[in-house]
Each structure stands twice: as structure tokens, then as C-alpha cells.
């Protein structure tokens, strides 16, 4: 039974499906921006047909729209656990912190922000909002873990700059090769040196790192294939 005219228009206007749809830029705008983008290569992108692509959106301005909004939301904004208390629970923030911190860096690149910039500036202060708005959630959250004994006294805007800028090294090719690294080998090994940094030396027995390692996987095909 073919569908009708009613439901093809609701699928559409669906922003579930929409957002699906503008999911599939973030890694290619990530790598070269979106101002050389034609209609034509999004859809292709999009594995849409050109006239397919216009009944989902009216312009590339709307595209660029939902991309930042996703950006912002599912990237910037993503939940993390921020709960305190005992040790696993700052543990489990942390974990969740680390996947975040790492996905802003990979899909917040230079490149795509540089273009928003110039094109949309009003765009670019939206996101430059929800990121200073996360980090202040997790300096907060840093800040209770050292009054709580759990992680070591330190400058916790600090902390948050090392990750930002160390992040943006591990994920460029060509630091990797430089000094020998791999992606897959590199994450893995700074967690672990972000762990040990964090969390005091009596507690840090007691934490539970099932699963990170295949966090840290899920983490690597992300970044490598642009799976959102």
C-alpha cells in the first residue's frame, strides 16, 4: 500500500527525520566547513535526491541552522551524570565528561567554526554560549569532587583548558604521526593519565572502568567515521 500524500508530508516535516538527515554533515563540515557546500553535495551527503532534499528543507540556511542546533544539543548540551557523592559517582562524571569533551573537539573544529564566524555570527555566539554554559557545570563539578576529598586540589578551569587543548592535538593526523601515536592508543592513554591526575590516591582504588574501553572504541569510530 503505496503511502499517502498526508503521511509523505508529515515525513517531511518529521524533525526526527530531519535531524537525522543533517546528522550526516557533521563529519564532512567538521573536516572542510560548509561554505563551499553545494545543494548538490548535500544531498549526495544526505543520500537524497535533489528534489527529495528540497521537500525536507528550503534553503541551505536551514540546514546550516539545524546543524548548529544539533551541535549544540546533542554534542555541547548531551547530558552528563554530574552526580556527586561517593567516589563512583564523581567517577562516573568523569568518564562522562571525558567522552563530551573529547566529541566537541572532534566535531567543533576550527574549520567548521571559522565559517561560522564569517557567515553566521550569531550562530557561532550560540554555541560559544552552550560550551562556556557546560564548562562552568563541570568546573562546579570538579570544584565539589576536591571539597568532597574525592579528586586532588587543583586549578579546575585549568584542568578544562589542558583537555580542550590536548584533545585537539590527539585528533589531528598529523601530531599523531609526529610523535608516533594512534588514535585508538592515544585516548586510551591520556583517560588514563587524566584518571590518575584527578583522583586521590584513596579512593582511586576503588573505581569500577568496566566498559570505558568500549566507550573509548565507540569514541574512535566516531571520530574516524563520522558515525553521530
Known amino acids: 500500500m503505496e503511502p499517502s500524500n498526508e503521511t509523505q508530508q508529515c515525513r517531511y516535516t518529521d524533525e526526527t527525520i530531519k535531524n537525522k538527515y543533517v546528522a550526516k554533515l557533521l563529519h ?6 560548509f561554505q563551499s557546500l553545494r545543494m548538490d ?48 559517582d564523581y567517577f562516573k562524571g568523569f568518564k562522562s565528561s571525558f567522552a ?12 567548521f567554526f571559522g565559517d561560522l564566524r564569517e557567515v553566521y555570527p550569531q550562530l557561532m555566539a550560540s554555541i560559544e ?30 584542568l578544562i583548558v589542558q583537555d580542550e587543548l590536548m584533545f585537539r592535538h590527539l585528533l589531528d593526523p598529523h601530531y599523531l604521526m609526529k610523535h608516533d601515536l594512534t588514535l585508538r592508543g592515544a585516548i586510551a592513554d591520556y583517560y588514563q593519565i587524566k584518571k590518575r591526575q584527578l583522583f586521590r590516591v584513596e579512593v582511586y582504588g576503588q573505581l569500577d572502568d568496566s566498559g570505558m574501553a568500549e566507550r573509548i572504541e565507540q ?5 574516524t567515521y563520522g558515525v553521530y
Do not use: H
Open 219 to 223: 569514541l574512535v569510530r566516531k571520530v
Open 129 to 158: 554560549v552552550a560550551i562556556s554554559e557546560r564548562n562552568e557545570r563541570l568546573r562546579r563539578f570538579y570544584d565539589q569532587g576536591i571539597r568532597d576529598g574525592i579528586m586532588y586540589d587543583t586549578n579546575t578551569t585549568l
Open 41 to 88: 553535495d548535500i544531498a549526495k551527503t544526505m543520500d537524497l535526491s535533489k528534489a527529495t532534499l528540497y521537500k525536507y528543507f528550503t534553503s541551505r540556511d536551514e540546514i546550516i541552522e539545524i546543524l548548529v542546533q544539533l551541535f549544540t544539543q546533542y554534542v555541547v548540551g548531551a547530558e552528563c551524570q554530574y552526580d556527586t557523592g561517593s567516589a563512583e
Open 100 to 111: 563530551q569533551t573529547l566529541l566537541i573537539a572532534n566535531y567543533g573544529t576550527e574549520t
Open 28 to 33: 564532512p563540515v567538521k573536516l572542510n566547513g
